[in-house]
């Protein structure tokens, strides 16, 4: 989110969201990212298409091909760049896609190569997930939908924070947002995580469920699947919405008004490599 970016780095910030700049990574999105943005275009279409009330195995078609465009790349929404033509904007492509939404993968090999996971594994992966699932009692509300909420207000400062949540779901014991995370390694879900916490603030619930989808060729489904939930207390989230986010956004609106985003050189070198704008 923006909030964990200002939080991480000022010049990461406006690097990656400042309006002057636009830049992207050289060598574009990694392996991991790649895998998770087809695992995530397969459930968007394949819970969306249960909301329309298809059935499981229609959706699962539907889910499939949309996964596969996504790895094969659309040749007009890929690098589509709004255009006049006749005094008339033209500003999609004749795909009917959203600009940029099947792109095609850069990193990413057919079958896994030592770290990196071949697109191959994860359709095998969205096949096993789905059968895991077979017989989901979980009713699927929004998929892939951007919510906001005025978060903060103040004499300095008005904060309408927005959200794009993953899944919207009903799991009989009340509707929580629900967010998809793939992994390599099965690492425990922390709860310091302003995306987790804006979700429950938005749709005013203490709970986020992370739905995991492990990319491990050894573990059986039901340690590779898991639904795992966050709670929160109720003074953890005022905190939150009340001190943290407010803090960071004047920090964010200082930076602004000085036209000038400071590097923090100790977030160069992370946990999977260098910062891509390094």
């Known amino acids: 989110s923006r909030i964990s970016g200002v939080e991480k780095c000022g010049r990461y910030y406006e690097f990656q969201y400042g309006n002057s700049y636009h830049l ?67 500003d999609k492509p004749l795909c009917g896609h959203n600009i940029g939404e099947y792109p095609g993968l850069s990193n990413t090999p057919v079958e896994s190569e030592g770290n990196n996971v071949g697109w191959k594994f994860a359709l095998q992966t969205l096949d096993e997930y789905t059968k895991h699932y077979q017989s989901d009692f979980w009713v699927s509300l929004e998929v892939e939908t951007e919510k906001g909420k005025l978060l903060y207000e103040d004499d300095e400062i008005r904060i309408l924070f927005k959200s794009k949540l993953d899944w919207i779901v009903d799991t009989n014991n009340g509707i929580y947002p629900c967010d998809h995370k793939t992994s390599k390694q099965d690492r425990n879900i922390s709860s310091m995580n302003n995306q987790f916490m804006s979700q429950c603030l938005i749709m005013g619930t203490r709970n986020v469920f992370i739905n995991k989808i492990g990319l491990q060729k050894t573990k059986k489904p039901e340690d590779k699947f898991r639904r795992v939930p966050v709670s929160y207390s109720a003074a953890r989230l005022m905190e939150w919405q009340s001190v943290i986010l407010p803090y960071w956004c004047k920090t964010l609106l200082g930076y602004s008004n000085q036209d000038y985003f400071p590097p923090n050189f100790s977030n160069c070198d992370g946990k999977y490599g260098r910062c891509s704008f390094y």
């Open 24 to 90: 992207e990574p050289i060598k574009g999105k990694g392996n991991s990212q790649e895998i998770g943005s087809i695992i995530h275009k397969f459930l968007e279409v394949y819970y969306g298409h249960q909301i329309k009330g298809i059935g499981r195995s229609q959706a699962f078609g539907f889910g499939m091909a949309a996964a596969e465009l996504y790895i094969q790349g659309c040749s007009q929404c890929s690098a589509f760049e709004p255009f006049e033509s006749e005094n008339i904007l033209i």
